[in-house]
């Protein structure tokens, strides 16, 4: 039988091996014919990067970087490409593997190290770069170098266009060469200079510029030269002239030189801008923060500063590119000053960069006017044709609903772009077809969730109509709320009008909040009264309390904030305000936290007979501030938490056995041989009454008076309630008096005690 099992097994395991093996060449095959190398990729490596296009025949692959002029051949087997790439003379060999999904790559080669890709979204294509004046190669040439700094690797490609080698040097690699442009730039944004005072011509063919330092006497010398057919060219600087300008800039800057992301700290109008347009290339990543911390949002009200810093940016962007911004390294980039900087000025205002305080380190973003006017300045330069200068700044904040619908409006229809105060007409239009069809729609929802509820079990077949109002109003806020950013709705339309309506949705949701909470806790209630659960109306009451009082300050909270209240003083007042309260309302607080007590306590329940020093009966009701107890007489005690958490209690409607102290007093006929017959017929009639513990009940005489011979019975009745105790001794009494009646005794005047 062991041979046998053994025998299973190893055919199991081999069939599972074959199943594997199968599968898994089946899968490799399939790798193999799915791995598809063509197409676009953004590369990287250690000291720069680049768009790749491949093409790909069989398993043989060809590639180029347009912007660096290298060419790649590989030969592809599986998911692995072996190959080499080309520089010129220069050549050195590569491995990459292609990740499973196919979607990028990791490799090394011999010279650069390691080397990773990514499919590209869109292939892309090579920029020209104009050289025809010496102004439109040295603007050309800042523009692509500020790109490829920032991020657009490829820019570096394009920058190389503008740059002229030494012809009597031996030939560099293309990649040496974008090496030498990367240092001759960040040389060149250690100076300050106006792209535009560069000359358009210069009859001997050389032009000589001087980039300075302000503040300094350190000196970049420039050369740009034009070559046999017209075209003007940068002469690369040599290395030593490079190094010592470096040196003599670097210390310009004293103990606080400028590293690659120094700018991030704000502390230049070249910094700031430099923020964001770097930010807004990358307005989907990490970039929107960093774009939004240059805008000075001070005087927007800070209900507005979410929904319009994005309005903001998208008009300073668009303000920047219509105006053809080339001048990043016209603005200062030294700490040292702190005079504001003009970036654009216009008749209906200006784009200016200064710092946000007097003192050291205060960063510099745009001002609180640049923010205010920059819809203006919009307006006024939106009909201006593209420019052909290289794309700059670079990136793009995502085209908003609004400007492609104002787009659309100029395109179909400019007649609509005329002015009501600060509003186009287009978007009055707008807001007032679109609110009645709004307000109508939600009207029609609350009435609808309203019917809804009526549906619910132990709910009011009919809402307070100050309930669905709340509704309709909340509904009607939550839908518009998007409006004003998508029709373009300036900050200052708004500004007074925010408060109220904020106010009144605040109001509609704590409404609706708190008739939530009625009908939560009705429901729970009268879940808890089906099911034997530990919650009771204490919990509950507690419960609804606490959550009506977070609904209150969550809505003084929300006011506050529309009307630009801030939290902090907020908190002072209540924190004042509420030793006040505290001072003038002690008892109300303690009946509040005693109803805390007797919910974490537990000492009884609705329905418990207590007894305590101020009430004694059935616990009809326990509110936040007081509880209800009925007395036998059919009073109603209210007695407030506080004393009632500090009080002794008794609950009798809790006990496990209920105890009973009767004393009777026979009067007539006493002789022994009655009361022993009487006493073994009341332990008789003991025992057989499951109402009654017989080993806990005991019958005898205690005592010989004048008037008669007294008894003692004491019994533990095994009960769970009032009405149970009461019927039990109801019945065994009268059982007592006729077995006391039967044998001849008469029974006379005594008492109970309980």
């Known amino acids: 039988m062991k041979h046998f099992l053994l025998r299973i097994f190893s055919l199991f395991c081999v069939c599972t091996l074959s199943v594997v093996t199968l599968a898994d060449g089946g899968a490799a095959e399939s790798r193999v014919e799915s791995r598809a190398w063509a197409g676009a990729w953004d590369t990287a490596w250690s000291d720069g990067g680049g768009r790749l296009i491949l093409e790909q025949s069989g398993d043989t692959i060809t590639g180029r970087y347009p912007q660096r002029g290298v060419r790649i051949e590989a030969r592809a087997s599986g998911d692995q490409l072996q190959g080499r790439w080309f520089d010129g003379d220069h050549s050195d060999s590569f491995v990459v593997v292609l990740s499973r999904d196919g979607q990028s790559f990791t490799g090394r080669d011999d010279r650069y190290g390691w080397w990773s890709g990514m499919r590209a979204k869109a292939s892309g294509s090579a920029q020209t770069l104009s050289c025809a004046t010496p102004r439109d190669v040295f603007v050309n040439f800042v523009a692509a170098a500020n790109r490829a700094r920032d991020g657009d690797e490829d820019s570096w490609g394009t920058a190389a266009q503008a740059i002229e080698f030494d012809a009597a040097a031996a030939p560099e690699p293309r990649m040496v060469q974008i090496r030498r442009i990367r240092e001759l730039f960040s040389v060149m944004d250690l100076t300050t200079f106006r792209t535009w005072e560069v000359a358009t011509d210069e009859p001997s063919g050389v032009l000589t510029l001087e980039l300075q330092q302000p503040r300094s006497d350190a000196v970049l010398k420039l050369t740009i030269r034009r070559d046999g057919a017209g075209q003007w060219h940068i002469v690369m600087p040599g290395t030593d002239q490079l190094v ?139 009909q201006l044709p593209p420019s052909t200068t290289i794309q700059s700044p670079q990136g793009w904040v995502p085209s908003a609903t ?118 939560l806790s009705a429901l729970l209630m009268k879940f ?24 209150c300050v969550v809505a003084a909270f929300g006011i506050a904030y529309f009307f630009a209240v801030p939290a902090s003083n907020m908190l002072a007042g209540l924190g004042i305000g509420g030793l006040a309260v505290a001072l003038a309302s002690r ?89 022993e017959q009487f006493i073994e017929a009341v332990r008789a009639r003991v025992q057989g009454d499951p109402a009654f513990i017989p080993q806990e009940t005991s019958v005898g005489v205690i005592g010989i008076l004048a008037t008669g011979v007294q008894l003692q019975i004491n019994g533990a009745l095994s009960v769970n309630s009032d009405d149970a105790e009461f019927q039990a001794k109801h019945v065994f009494l009268v059982d007592v008096m006729r077995t006391a009646d039967q044998i001849g005794l008469s029974l006379g005047k005594g008492f109970v005690r309980e």
């Open 402 to 519: 609004y400007f492609r619908l104002r787009q659309f409006v100029s395109d179909h229809a400019p007649f609509l772009l005329g002015r009501v105060k600060r509003i186009e007409v287009w978007q009055l239009l707008v807001v007032l077809v679109v609110i009645p069809i709004t307000m109508f729609s939600a009207r029609l929802l609350s009435l609808l969730a309203c019917r809804l509820l009526a549906r619910i079990p132990g709910v009011a077949a009919t809402q307070p109509r100050w309930f669905s109002w709340s509704a309709t109003v909340l509904i009607f806020a939550m839908v518009v709320r998007t409006l004003p950013m998508l029709l373009g709705i300036p900050e200052r339309a708004r500004e007074f009008t925010i408060p109220y309506i904020g106010t009144l949705v605040t109001i509609s949701g704590a409404v609706v909040a708190w008739h939530g909470v009625t009908l």
């Open 587 to 675: 008892a109300t607080l303690a009946n509040f936290f005693g109803a805390g007590i007797l919910v974490a306590d537990r000492p009884f329940r609705s329905g418990d007979w207590i007894r305590s020093q101020m009430a004694e009966g059935v616990v009809e009701a326990v509110g936040i501030r007081s509880t209800r107890v009925r007395t036998t007489q059919g009073d109603v005690i209210i007695v407030p938490n506080g004393n009632l958490a500090d009080a002794t209690i008794v609950n009798q409607g809790i006990r496990n056995h209920r105890l009973m102290n009767i004393q009777l007093t026979v009067v007539d006929g006493a002789s022994p041989s009655k009361l």
């Open 244 to 382: 010592a300008a470096r040196k003599a800039l670097v210390a310009g800057f004293g103990a606080n030189p400028p590293t690659d992301q120094s700018f991030k700290s704000l502390q230049s109008a070249r910094d700031a801008m430099r923020c964001f347009l770097v930010g807004s290339a990358d307005w989907d990543g990490e970039g929107k923060a960093l774009a939004m911390s240059t805008l000075d949002l001070s005087r927007f009200p800070e209900t507005l500063r979410d929904t319009d810093s994005e309005l903001v940016a998208g008009y300073l962007f668009r303000t920047l590119q219509a105006i053809n911004f080339n001048g990043l390294q016209s603005l200062p980039n030294n700490s040292s000053s702190r005079d504001p900087a003009t970036v654009f000025r216009h008749q209906h205002g200006s784009i200016v960069l200064a710092p946000t305080g007097p003192e050291a380190g205060a960063p510099w973003k745009f001002t609180p006017q640049t923010v205010e006017q920059i819809s203006e300045l919009y307006f006024a330069t939106s």
């Open 528 to 551: 808890a009264m089906r099911t034997a659960t530990t919650t009771d109306e204490l919990t509950l009451n507690l419960l609804r309390a606490c959550l009506r009082v977070a609904i």
